[in-house]
């Protein structure tokens, strides 16, 4: 852990909940100058605490009104087997996140469809057809919301 005070703990909530802020908005906002906001939103970005920024897209606003999670068991285990299927999963564009978990399922993915006919295609088409893919639990989101993150502030 990297020595992180209450000001860059201000800091990092400000980022969390909007990422465009500059640093000098930043700055007046916690009560420091701009150029020692600056110095602190880089350390903090060298050490690896601010792992990146993003964009949040509303997914419904553009055309994906479906938002289904995949439970995904492997056939074939074995570090050649996860990496050929890690490759694969990665380069279909509707699959939004693929994560590595322990328990009943080997993958967890989400995925953004247009609507369920549109889920059905990239299933049938992609899913199943990737390497070593055995069982497959599909759960369709009916609504999300959003949870502060583990500094108590804004979404992270």
Known sequence: MTDVDATDLAILRMLAADATRSAADVGRAVGIGQPAAWR?????????VIAGRRVVLDQAAL?????????IKLAAKGRTGLEDFERAVTAIPEVQLVQ???GQFDYRLRITARDISDFERILRRRIMTLPGV???????????????????????
Do not use: C, W, Y
């Not at 919301?145 to 500094?151: A, K, S, T, V, Y």
């Open 100 to 102: 590595h978990v322990l």
């Open 40 to 48: 602190r939103i880089k350390r903090l970005t060298d050490q690896g």
């Open 63 to 71: 055309g994906f009104g479906v938002t289904v999670f995949l439970g």
């Open 134 to 156: 055995g069982q497959v639990e599909a759960n369709v989101m009916l609504s999300e919301e959003r949870r502060p993150g583990p500094l108590g502030g804004a979404d992270t």
